[in-house]
T-cell receptor, first 120, second 115 residues
């Protein structure tokens, strides 16, 4: 079963407008972390934002914010004031389990990705 | 700057040969590193978990004899694609867990083309 689902293969947004990229997840573990990464055509994975399952507030990092709705198991990424340089593939990912020093901690499961295109 | 360095960034090799990809943590010790594979316009799929000083843990369906992983030190993990074939052509990327544990750093990735 797919643990991380990104239902938008592609999204288009006008420069300077906001855009929401959807992500839903499935886990029975009460402790987990959700990540968003940006992957430009060069391939590098650029960390954008993190939300822990026990975090009370939605995470924000500059123009990025995470709309975390725990009951719905969704963790949508909101990019405000889009820029041309935001055009890239965006991945939502989940880490399960609490840090107990286990060797599998840090393993991420990724969604299918969303290609965001920002138009001038 | 990069905290996880991966080399080479691009490599072309002949079918049947082996190629080694290195993943280094630059300013921290990484007892565990992860290797992912990504085909064009697809998601990252975990191949294996690399543990310093012990055998790697491979995901289901990944051939351990074909994708050899060595984690000989606290800062270096290597992935060797043995007897490479054109279908092994892909983007390979490593990651390492930082401190605190919610920081996961990725290398720059390696584009492998087997001709």
């Amino acid at each position: 079963a797919q643990k991380i689902t990104q239902t938008q293969p592609g999204m288009f947004v006008q420069e300077k407008e906001a855009v929401t990229l959807d992500c839903t997840y499935d886990t029975s573990d009460p402790s987990y972390g959700l990540f968003w990464y940006k992957q430009p055509s060069s391939g590098e994975m650029i960390f954008l934002i993190y939300q822990g399952s026990y975090d009370q507030q939605n995470a924000t990092e500059g123009r990025y914010s995470l709309n975390f709705q725990k009951a719905r198991k969704s963790a949508n990424l909101v990019i405000s004031a889009s820029q041309l340089g935001d055009s890239a593939m965006y991945f939502c990912a989940m880490r399960e389990g609490r840090d107990a020093g286990g060797t599998s901690y840090g393993k991420l499961t990724f969604g299918q990705g969303t290609i965001l295109t920002v138009h001038p | 700057g990069a905290v996880v360095s991966q080399h080479p960034s691009r490599v072309i090799c002949k079918s049947g040969t082996s190629v080694k990809i290195e993943c280094r943590s630059l300013d921290f010790q990484a007892t565990t590193m992860f290797w992912y594979r990504q085909f064009p316009k697809q998601s990252l799929m975990l191949m294996a978990t690399s543990n310093e000083g012990s055998k790697a843990t491979y995901e289901q369906g990944v051939e351990k004899d074909k994708f050899l992983i060595n984690h000989a030190s606290l800062t270096l993990s290597t992935l060797t694609v043995t007897s490479a074939h054109p279908e092994d052509s892909s983007f390979y990327i490593c990651s390492a867990r930082g401190i605190p544990g919610n920081t996961i750093y990725f290398g720059e990735g390696s584009w492998l083309t087997v001709v």
